[in-house]
Each structure stands twice: as structure tokens, then as C-alpha cells.
């Protein structure tokens, strides 16, 4: 089974800050990496596929990056509706998610 | 639109058997590929397992013992039913859409599972 690690585990940020998450792979994923937002109380909303598509909708100050096994999301000007949690997900080889980094204002 | 319902019991026995309903619509069955997933509170996402459009089904391995996921094509519908329940499946369930080799695109609501006697 593959392993996601993604860091850090909690994150706080100012308005306007560039904002990095990362996550590793346990083996190469070949790109088969998505991004999740989620709101309190509310199911997981695709933020990026195939390691850096912006899904439909999503606002252009988020961004994908990353090959083989690392993989990073950039929020560019944090905003304040983008406090949440984010998880990584491989659909590489089944589908497994990162164990997700809660996003909080300083 | 696109559209995925959980529903089913909100609280369960311990070593009684889950029973979960999602219900799409806006979508086939015969060409999504609906998932399991579930999360406890405040913690991670943990991919249960898939009905393909074909009607086959993979589990996570840690859950596969104890899960079944089937289908009912003419009412939209995908269930899931776990056995033996533990405090540990305490969680919020979320059935979830997807094509192969895509994530998923859209997410159900949630359904809350508690259990206790």
C-alpha cells in the first residue's frame, strides 16, 4: 500500500501570506495527486488534480506542484475563506490521503 | 447536478452491523465509480473502499474482513455494510464519486456514526 506524510500537521498565517503543504509518497506516484479543502463541518472539495490542475472553480492563488514522490499545494494571499483543512490524496495505486494540515489565521 | 445523499442510522450497537445508503443522482452508476470514505472527528480521511461501474468491488485491505458494498442500478443507490462494529468505526461517512484514474469530484454530505449501547 502506498503512504501519504504530509506536513506540518497545523499551519497558522497571516491575510495575504504565501502559504506551502507538502506530502510524500511512500513509492512514485506518477502525478496521480490531488488536493482537498475542507470546511468545518462540511465533505472534502477538490482543489487540484493530477498534481497541479486547478480543478473547475478553484481560485487561481492556489497552485500544485511536485514529481515522483513529493508534491506540494501553494496558497498564494491567503484569504480568510481559506482557513481549513487540506489532505493530499494518490489515485496513483488505490487511493490513500495524507494525513491532512489544519490551516488556521494568525 | 450532480448529486450524492448518505443516509442510514445514526448510532449502532457495538458488534452490530452498519448499514449506509447513497443515494446519486445528476449521474450512471454504469459510468462513475462511487467510493467509501470515512473520518473521525478532527481527524483524516481513510478511503474504504469502491464500486466500479462494472459492478465489482475493492476494499481497503485493513476493513476488507468486515465490508460489503453493493449496488442498486435502477434506484441510484450504493450501500454499504460493515459488521462488528467497534468504537473505533466511530465516524462520519462520506460516499464520493470518481472515474478511474481521477480523484474524486463530488462528496455526499456525510453521515455521523456513533457506537454505543
Known amino acids: 500500500d502506498i503512504q501519504m506524510t504530509q506536513s506540518p500537521a497545523s499551519l497558522s498565517a497571516s491575510l495575504g501570506e504565501t502559504v506551502t503543504i507538502e506530502c510524500r509518497a511512500s513509492?512514485?506516484?506518477?502525478?496521480?495527486l490531488a488536493w482537498y479543502q475542507q470546511k468545518p463541518g462540511k465533505s472534502p472539495q477538490l482543489l487540484i488534480y493530477?498534481?497541479?490542475s486547478l480543478h473547475t472553480g478553484v481560485p487561481s492563488r492556489f497552485s500544485g506542484s511536485g514529481s515522483g514522490t513529493q508534491y506540494s499545494l501553494k496558497i498564494n494571499s491567503l484569504q480568510s475563506e481559506d482557513v481549513a483543512s487540506y489532505f493530499c490524496?494518490?489515485?496513483?495505486?488505490?487511493?490513500?490521503f495524507g494525513g491532512g494540515t489544519k490551516l488556521e489565521l494568525k | 447536478q450532480v448529486q450524492l445523499k448518505e443516509s442510514g442510522p445514526g448510532l449502532v450497537q457495538p458488534s452490530q452491523t452498519l448499514s449506509l445508503t447513497c443515494t446519486v443522482s445528476g449521474f450512471s452508476l454504469t459510468s462513475y465509480n462511487v467510493h467509501w470514505v470515512r473520518q473521525p472527528t478532527g481527524k483524516g480521511l481513510e478511503w474504504m473502499g469502491v464500486?466500479?461501474?462494472?459492478?465489482?468491488?475493492d476494499y481497503n485491505s485493513a476493513l476488507k474482513s468486515r465490508l460489503s458494498i453493493s449496488r442498486d442500478t435502477s434506484k441510484s443507490q450504493v450501500f454499504l455494510k460493515m459488521n462488528s462494529l467497534q468504537t473505533e468505526d466511530i465516524a462520519t461517512y462520506y460516499c464520493?464519486?470518481?472515474?478511474?484514474?481521477?480523484?474524486?469530484?463530488?462528496w455526499g454530505q456525510g453521515v455521523m456514526v456513533t457506537v454505543s449501547s
Open positions: 490524496q494518490q489515485y496513483y495505486d488505490y487511493w490513500t
Open positions: 464520493a464519486r470518481g472515474r478511474f484514474g481521477v480523484p474524486f469530484d463530488y
Open positions: 513509492e512514485d506516484i506518477y502525478n496521480g
Open positions: 464500486i466500479w461501474t462494472g459492478g465489482s468491488t
Open positions: 493530477n498534481a497541479n
